[in-house]
């Protein structure tokens, strides 16, 4: 009567795939109405996000900031709550990396990178938290706060970086590069080390981070009793007060985790790749963040999976604007933007195509 | 109760029936085109001929695995009113659907008057004279009734023209049926009742010979079913038919002429109403012998522990969001080994009182002791001091539907030391205490695993009263135990609330079904506009005292409660 409900392998794996291809046959549909040959585009963005070494470390980096924000957005969404402050909270981790690794840059390395992990984390969560409170304590829909507050994240840091953090005598709003003790070590550096040639490429350590982050968010949501209770307000306002859980405080700490999450992506921009504090470092991956969630069902072995998928069109997309002249860098953000509105807004479009086959199975 | 009651309210119905016989004799050709059928010649000799006024033959409806409908034939005779019970998931509601056109039947047919029809949308099964009384009413609350009555047939681009035909139609209506609305008036601002009577009224203007009404008395009072019987009995004078879906057998009873009996989506058994029993259609329903009164013997109030409250109420007073005052100065003792039940028309404040007591509100004023202890914190707080709380509404309060069985049944004991370490929660444990909790309640499938709404309304109250009971506690508030729960788990439940009660516990019952609380409750408080009008011993307890002081009337004493 009601709408059956699918089996796991249904949802998670193929209803994505299915969406996947259909936004890559539209893609394709559009590339050929440009006068290019769609096969050979799609050939250029595969060979440009996996085909070699360098490109392996571009997709990997960006897939890295995809999964931080991919994990915001999904805490907050168990606790019923819709995080789209990404860019903001982001923003504020990277001023706590950035403050660290300017003023803390007498200690060493191993205590630069613990300090630089708590100032991030700390300072996108104290950036989420305070709409979470307004949310909690006065009903303002985190929505219109959040967004809200990822403009005066922005203006935040075009004052101090054109007033107080900018390096003397510089015309451009940057601070002045750290010192080279406290960068986070590039992924092609930690191979040499261990003797494993590798291209040069932004990938950093941040990646094991941002898997660590998906392990943490997966045990804290589905296996922890505070996970528990953040899951009952998301689902069931009512029953969560039935059992004596408050959502009020769920609500506060779901947004304080989240902005967490977004804050750690200041590790890999500004400690790992950047090495000085500079503006929109975001670039747009909060907001990215939303679909990557939304297609990875909330769920980190999806997020991964996803960030993933946004990595490689993010970088085999660059190389496919660089590398077929008919296909313009727009037209690659049209083929993102495809994937976002299957993956995500039409999440169920394939459904009714989908159900005679579960039921067969 | 056993043995079933001709109407509630004798003296009503036969006032209504002389005042609606008076109102057909004195203008019989206000009523163009309807046939005076007397009810008798509906019912006995001369059916044959006229074709019945609705026919289903060899309905047959799948949704997946699920066979809703196997081969259904159904004939209910123009002019009488015609009764469908059956446990949940017995297929009358898809059926009642197929029949208004929300679904499609994979075989079989469906006549109107001899006549076969194809009804693919409910604007065809309207078109057939087809009317339906939903259980969840269809209006649009900020509109006044006439706007609802001519919604959607409005006939033209000006609504001036509808409107003022509707006004007439309606005053046409009212006067033939007993169904008086003022049609000025917000349906926001009506009774229960009176929305319901908006509702047929709808029906009727549209020009319904058939009325369908889905358990049309669920939310009413005594009185107010009272006055519906009345409207349907004159509809079926008027020669309408209607059929009843209901799981109250006392109704079917008390209105019906026929009765089909549905079980598994088919049709076990038709009776003449007359030639059959409660007992025998319940039996039919469930496939089994069924009590319909649990027996009980007498509460020993006090005794494990003389003279102690176990739940104490004093001066309780609730003001809701938007600053009513839902329960004013409510005071009551519940002791230990007895149940004691509160009556009332749902929305009188019984379930703020309910929530203040279980924590989940917070009293404007007042106290709440539990074992002599005053009682505070929120309802997590409260668990701890041996109070546990079965909800209204399971779906909205009790389970957390989207998760599974198991993570549903620690909802509240969720930090519980068995349930989880320091940190992370020991899943192998909360699976296994699911599992124990399922079989010793009988709940069907006993999977932990499954999604807390994939179970059946009985066998999700059953994991909501294995989970509060099942903690043992001293006080238990348990409201609306049995609401859309099958009849063969209905017994089962009160079998267990009071085993409760036999084993020392204090017991408060909320319920709108006054037959569940006579049943089940050793005495009865019934509240009217949030304070309790009155008490009344179980033992001297009947449908019609209860059923005016549900309606703010204590006739024990002279002047009115409230």
Redesign the interface.
């Given at each position: 009567?009601t709408e059956?409900?699918l089996p796991r392998w249904a949802g998670l794996v193929a209803l994505p795939i299915v969406n996947i291809l259909a936004a890559l046959l539209l893609s394709g549909l559009l590339v050929a109405a440009i006068g290019a040959d769609p096969w050979q585009a799609l050939l250029v963005l595969l060979r440009g996000a996996f085909g070699y070494q360098e490109a392996i470390g571009f997709t990997l980096y960006y897939t890295t900031n995809f999964i931080f924000t991919g994990l915001a957005v999904a805490v907050a969404y168990h606790c019923g709550l819709f995080n789209i402050g990404g860019e903001g909270q982001a923003t504020l981790g990277g001023l706590g990396v950035g403050l660290v690794c300017l003023y803390a840059d007498a200690l060493p390395f191993y205590l630069v990178l613990p300090l630089a992990l708590i100032a991030s984390t700390a300072f996108g969560a104290a950036w989420a938290v305070v709409p979470g409170i307004l949310q909690a304590r006065r009903g303002s829909h985190v929505v219109i706060t959040t967004i809200m507050f990822n403009f005066i994240a922005s203006t935040l840091m075009v004052y101090l970086l054109t007033h107080v953090l900018i390096r003397p005598g510089q015309m451009s709003p940057e601070s002045r590069e750290f010192l080279p003790h406290t960068f986070l070590p590039f992924a092609h550096q930690a191979l040499a080390w261990l003797g494993i040639p590798f291209a040069r490429s932004p990938l950093n350590l941040s990646f094991f981070l941002a898997l660590l982050a998906s392990v943490f968010v997966w045990?804290f949501v589905w296996?922890?009793?505070w996970g528990?209770?953040l899951?009952?307000v998301g689902?069931?306002p009512?029953?969560a007060?039935?059992?004596?859980?408050?959502p009020q405080r769920n609500i506060v700490l779901a947004m304080a985790i989240s902005g967490a999450l977004a804050g750690l992506l200041g590790v890999n921009e500004i400690m790992g790749v950047n090495h000085r504090l500079l503006l929109n470092f975001t670039a747009g991956y909060g907001f990215v963040g939303i679909a990557v969630s939304l297609m990875g069902r909330s769920h980190p072995v999806g997020i991964v999976l996803s960030s993933l998928l946004f990595g490689a069109l993010y970088q085999g997309g660059a190389e496919l604007a660089f590398e077929v002249p008919r296909v313009s860098r727009e037209i690659v953000v049209v083929i993102q933007g495809l994937v976002i509105l299957f993956a995500g807004a039409l999440e169920f479009l394939f459904l009714p195509l989908l159900r005679p086959f579960v039921?067969a199975a | 109760m056993s043995n079933p009651l001709p109407l509630w309210g004798g003296v009503g119905e036969g006032a209504g029936e002389f005042r609606l016989r008076r109102m057909v004799q004195d203008a019989p050709d206000l009523i163009p085109g309807v046939k005076h059928t007397p009810a008798q010649a509906a019912l006995g000799e001369g059916v044959d001929v006229i074709p019945p006024a609705i026919e289903l033959r060899h309905i047959d409806k799948r949704f997946g695995a699920v066979h809703a409908n196997r081969d259904v034939s159904l004939a209910v005779q123009a002019g009488t009113i015609h009764g469908i019970v059956g446990e949940n998931g017995a297929g009358k509601s898809t059926l009642m659907s197929i029949l208004y056109g929300f679904y499609q039947a994979d075989r079989g047919e469906v006549l109107i008057r001899g006549v076969k029809k194809t009804i693919a949308r409910p604007v065809q099964a309207i078109a057939a004279g087809i009317g339906m009384v939903f259980q969840h009413f269809k209006l649009v609350e900020p509109f006044t009734v006439l706007e609802n009555i001519v919604l959607g047939v409005e006939g033209g681009k000006l609504i001036a023209r509808a409107l003022a035909h509707a006004r007439g139609e309606l005053a046409r209506l009212a006067r033939d049926y007993a169904l008086e609305v003022d049609p000025d008036a917000v349906v926001a601002t009506l009774s229960v009742g009176l929305q319901q009577r908006v509702e047929i009224l709808k029906a009727l203007y549209r020009g319904a010979e058939i009325l369908i009404l889905d358990e049309p008395t669920s939310v009413l009072t005594p009185q107010e079913a009272d006055h519906l019987f009345r409207i349907l009995g004159a509809l079926k004078r008027q020669g309408k038919t209607v059929i009843l879906i209901t799981h109250k057998l006392r109704e079917i009873m008390a209105i019906t002429d026929r009765v089909t009996v549905m079980r598994r989506g088919e049709v076990v058994a038709e009776r003449e109403t007359r030639a059959t029993t409660q007992e025998e259609l319940a039996e039919l329903m469930v496939g089994r012998k069924v009590l319909l009164q649990v027996s009980k013997g007498a509460a020993r109030p006090g005794a494990a522990r003389p003279g102690a409250g176990r739940l104490a109420v004093e001066d309780l007073s609730v003001v809701d969001a938007s600053g009513v005052e839902r329960v004013k100065n409510v005071s009551f003792t519940v002791r230990a080994g007895e149940i004691v039940g509160i009556a009332g028309v749902a929305g009188n404040g019984q379930s703020e009182l309910m929530e203040a007591i279980a924590g989940i509100r917070r009293a404007a004023k007042g106290t709440v002791r539990i074992s002599g202890g005053a009682a505070h914190g929120n309802a997590r707080d409260l668990r701890r001091q041996g109070l546990a709380h079965v909800p209204e509404d399971r779906r909205r309060m009790g389970l957390v539907t989207a998760f599974a069985a198991h993570e549903s049944a620690i909802l509240g004991y969720h930090d519980d030391p068995a349930f989880t370490g320091p940190i992370l929660l020991d899943r192998r444990a909360i699976v296994a205490h699911c599992a124990a909790q399922m079989r010793d309640f009988d709940v069907r499938p006993p999977d932990p695993h499954l999604a807390s709404e994939s179970f059946s309304g009985g066998n999700q109250q059953k994991m909501v009263l294995a989970r509060e009971i099942g903690r043992d506690p001293e006080v238990l508030l348990v409201g609306q135990p049995t609401r859309g729960v099958d009849i063969g788990a209905i017994e089962y439940i009160h079998r267990r609330l009071i085993a409760l009660r036999d084993a020392g516990k204090a017991v408060l019952l909320i319920s709108v079904e006054l037959d569940e609380i006579m049943s089940l409750a050793d005495r009865i408080l019934v509240m009217f506009d949030g304070r309790i009008v009155g008490e009344v011993q179980a033992d001297k307890a009947d449908e019609r005292l209860l059923g005016l002081m549900m309606a703010g009337i204590d006739p024990r004493t002279p002047r009115e409660a409230a």
């Open positions: 009567m059956t409900r045990g296996h922890t009793r528990y209770e899951r009952v689902a069931n009512q029953a007060l039935y059992a004596g859980i408050s039921k | -």
